[in-house]
């Protein structure tokens, strides 16, 4: 496990790259709120909208999760329950502070991922990204 990219996975940086060339400005893995002890993957601060491109097994995808180690099955089933519980608690944690999160699988098509993370941004702050 210790090898597993936690972050630059090659589904983060399609996204980053489309989301850069169409102008938008952001961090990469930061804890959104002071304290919070969870990071996420691209972080827009003034529209306050925290972004997390999950990887199907880690976060148990309806498409591809199913597809488990057979060795110690209990464990991993286990493992993914608490990550998606970590996930929602993460979102809750969010919302209530005024964020909004954007979760979205790793297999799904990185220019519709940016066309929505655009979208969010701009109703959030009313300013379209630099070129456009």
């Given at each position: 496990m210790q090898r597993q990219r936690t972050r630059d996975t090659a589904p983060e940086m399609a996204v980053?790259?489309?989301l850069h060339a169409a102008g938008l400005r952001y961090?990469?893995?930061?804890?959104p709120l002071p304290g919070l002890r969870r990071r996420a993957d691209v972080v827009f601060g003034p529209a306050k909208v925290a972004l997390f491109i999950d990887?199907?097994?880690w976060h148990g995808c309806p498409d591809h999760g199913s597809r488990r180690t057979l060795?110690?099955?209990e464990y991993w089933?286990?493992?993914?329950r608490r990550n998606r519980e970590r996930d929602k608690d993460t979102d809750d944690r969010l919302r209530n502070a005024g964020w909004l999160p954007i979760r979205v699988w790793e297999h799904e098509d990185p220019e519709s991922v940016v066309r929505m993370v655009i979208r969010e941004v701009?109703?959030?702050?009313?300013?379209l990204p630099?070129?456009?």
């Open positions: 980053r790259r489309l961090r990469v893995d930061r804890a990887g199907c097994f060795s110690n099955a089933s286990e493992k993914v701009f109703l959030r702050t009313g300013k630099h070129g456009r």
